[in-house]
T-cell receptor
């Protein structure tokens, strides 16, 4: 089955700086890669996603890049703000049938220091 | 519209007891997923429904765990003879048919004493 590795496990940045979180996946059949933000005691919330036919996607201060050959994808947050502090999870899933389940990374605790 | 809801938000039970956790998906979402999240970890897949049937139950850890979705909407996750190791947050997610995007509920925090 799919295996997703996520790094770093913790990340502290100064407000206004950029943050980068990286993930690798093992199953070349995976084709959907979402990122979720989870605040303490809250539900995971989708912040951005990318499909394997696209190399990069951007939404305001958030961007995701995908390298299918290397089987890795990254989340980039620019101009970080204290409210960006949370745990971020990457995930991967396949196209259909039993592969629709999401396999998650172990999470990155992002702290934005004011 | 209303998001995915789960009840109860917290459940404390004793070892050996039976528990039921409920998930109400977003209206019209045919796909429903259950995940389990232990402290400091990412959610782990348990079971996936497409409509009323379980399309994939490969994530259920053992036969003490069972889930149903009799009318293709609300789902119930059932855990028999609970063990302390079952303590976790149980998350439910739903999605539209043909869509990859999964929307999560707030979870049920299960504590087995």
């Amino acid at each position: 089955g799919e295996n997703v590795e996520q790094h770093p496990s913790t990340l502290s940045v100064q407000e206004g700086d950029s943050a980068v979180i990286k993930c690798t996946y093992s199953d070349s059949a995976s084709n959907y890669f979402p990122w979720y933000k989870q605040e303490l005691g809250k539900r995971p919330q989708l912040i951005i996603d990318i499909r394997s036919n696209v190399g990069e996607k951007k939404d305001q201060r958030i961007a995701v890049t995908l390298n299918k050959t290397a089987k890795h994808f990254s989340l980039h947050i620019t101009e970080t703000q204290p409210e960006d502090s949370a745990v971020y999870f990457c995930a991967a899933s396949g196209a259909s049938g039993s592969a629709r389940q999401l396999t998650f990374g172990s999470g990155t605790q992002l702290t934005v220091l004011p | 519209g209303a998001g995915v809801s789960q009840t109860p938000s917290n459940k404390v039970t004793e070892k050996g007891k039976y528990v039921e956790l409920r998930c109400d998906p977003i209206s019209g979402h045919t796909a429903l997923y259950w995940y389990r999240q232990s402290l400091g970890q990412g959610p782990e897949f348990l079971i996936y429904f497409q409509g009323t049937g379980a399309a994939d139950d490969s994530g259920l850890p053992n036969d003490r765990f069972f889930a149903v979705r009799p009318e293709g909407s609300v789902s119930t996750l059932k855990i028999q003879r609970t063990e302390r190791g079952d303590s976790a947050v149980y998350l439910c997610a739903s999605s539209l048919m043909g869509s990859d995007t999964q929307y999560f509920g707030p979870g049920t925090r299960l504590t087995v004493l």
